[in-house]
């Protein structure tokens, strides 16, 4: 009922920039809290920015300074800009969005299918 598409990955060389856009569509008649989660190879999946429809932001402190969460509320859309890139920050970077739903106002968790990230040394 709702999808989530994520675009702006890459190869880039440490110190670089990158940045993601996610676009959320379907039956949508309000997004709460989005945001940026990431997973590495072997690890678990990790928060990197959340970012409430009244424009309060999160950020694990891996990221503090470098990248920058900001959101569209009216094309259902946000954004990670991520400079000082570092080999640590490659990984698979998912949107995540709480969406209430037109069809039963119910309120629901949904996931995009997730961009590579990586940063070489």
């Known amino acids: 009922q709702v999808q989530l598409v994520e675009s702006g990955g890459g190869l880039v060389q440490a110190g670089g920039s990158l940045r993601l856009s996610c676009v959320a569509s379907g039956n949508i008649l309000r997004i709460s809290t989005m945001g940026w989660y990431r997973q590495a190879p072997g690890k678990q999946r990790e928060l990197v920015a959340t970012?409430?429809?009244?424009?309060?932001?999160n950020y694990a402190d891996s990221v503090k300074g470098r990248f920058t969460i900001s959101r569209d509320n009216a094309k259902n859309t946000i954004y990670l800009q991520m400079n000082s890139l570092k080999p640590e920050d490659t990984a698979v970077y998912y949107c995540n969005a709480n969406v209430r739903l037109t069809s039963d106002y119910g309120l629901y968790g949904y996931w995009g299918q997730g961009t590579q990230v990586t940063v070489s040394s």
């Open positions: 970012i409430t429809s009244f424009g309060s932001t």
